[in-house]
């Protein structure tokens, strides 16, 4: 079981990001996958959530301007962010949650599956 993000980098504000996360080992579109995101020296919190059936929740920071997203047939989850901030500025990370397919958490207690997280520097 494994989850790898990629497309983190530097971006200026009010740019763009596309953040990848590959799943292998099992379905993650089967379960409660999200994106959280910890800047330095704050608490990891949670950006979006998406279900075995595509409900999707958002963060009060990002909605409007972040989009989560998956693709079954390549096991993957994205992350389209735009109309970055300095303060979206963290490491971002995907995780899933394999005990539920629906009504997905926010907390990051209820994620059992990490990736090694990609780092997004708005600047």
């Known amino acids: 079981v494994q989850l790898v993000e990629s497309g983190g980098g530097l971006v200026q504000p009010g740019g763009s990001l596309r953040l990848s996360c590959a799943a292998s080992g099992y379905i993650g579109s089967s379960y409660c996958m999200a994106w959280f995101r910890q800047a330095p020296g704050k608490e990891r919190e949670g950006v979006a959530t998406?279900?075995?059936?595509?409900?999707?929740q958002y963060a009060d920071s990002v909605k409007g301007r972040f989009t989560i997203s998956k693709d079954n047939a390549k096991n993957t989850l994205y992350l389209q962010m735009n109309s970055l901030k300095p303060e979206d500025t963290a490491m971002y990370y995907c995780?899933?949650?394999?005990?539920?397919?629906?009504?997905?958490?926010?907390?990051?207690?209820?994620?059992?599956?990490w990736g090694q997280g990609t780092q997004v520097t708005v600047s």
């Open positions: 998406i279900s075995r059936f595509e409900r999707i």
């Open positions: 995780a899933a949650d394999r005990r539920r397919y629906r009504d997905c958490s926010f907390s990051e207690y209820e994620y059992g599956d």
